[in-house]
């Protein structure tokens, strides 16, 4: 789905090869600092790289328009955006960014417990504490069904087991629906348990990758 080719980014990134397949689980792991986050930025053009090639489907991503890439290919970063109002509010304005049709709240309450938020719609998103924003954030993300999610960190505010059942929750739920997701995560447990791909950064470069 991306292909990587002789790309580089300022002092950060040195790619001269990488595939991320489409429809499967890729886990980007690697040492703080080594570029993992700044790779995931390039996937829906946060950042634009300097030298080489990023295809898309097989289409340049200097090509793509962003705000169009952006509403197919969606990152949720490792402190997601929390805006002012009710939880129902911040579900809601990720399907409005994406043009798409709102949902009943039965939906809504459906993804509050795929992320194990037990919260009602109604409550102050601001109030919650950062292991639930985190879990907000990645159910705005799986209300919108973009075909490729970018998630960074997605469980690090989040305790041991807590982390498991969110990261195992949204594996499956990536999987049924038949998209694509990749995920930076600090725990070389995580991406072994359950990704099809694993890519290793160091110092910028892909000193590893595999599938399973």
């Not at 099809?196 to 590893?208: A, L, N, Q, R, T």
């Amino acid at each position: 789905m991306f292909h990587f080719k002789e790309v580089k980014y300022k002092n950060i990134l040195n790619i001269e090869y990488l595939v991320i397949p489409g429809k499967k689980v890729t886990s980007i792991i690697g040492e703080s600092g080594s570029g993992k986050t700044t790779l995931l930025r390039h996937l829906n053009k946060l950042i634009s790289y300097d030298e080489g090639e990023i295809l898309y489907k097989n289409h340049s991503l200097r090509e793509i328009d962003s705000m169009e890439l952006r509403r197919k290919v969606i990152m949720l970063p490792q402190t997601p955006a929390i805006f002012n109002g009710t939880i129902k509010d911040n579900l809601l304005i990720g399907l409005k960014f994406s043009d798409k049709s709102m949902v009943e709240d039965v939906e809504l309450l459906r993804v509050l417990q795929l992320v194990h938020l037990n919260k009602t719609l109604t409550e102050d998103a601001e109030k919650l504490s950062g292991g639930e924003k985190q879990r907000l954030g990645l159910g705005r993300v799986l209300l919108m069904n973009p075909e490729v999610s970018l998630l960074d960190e997605p469980s690090s505010a989040l305790d041991e087991e807590t982390e498991n059942l969110i990261i195992e929750k949204i594996v499956q739920f990536s999987r049924k629906q038949q998209k694509t997701l990749v995920m930076v995560t600090h725990s070389k447990k995580i991406a072994e348990a359950y990704s099809d791909f694993i890519v290793e950064i160091k110092e910028g470069k892909v000193v590893h990758q595999r599938g399973k």
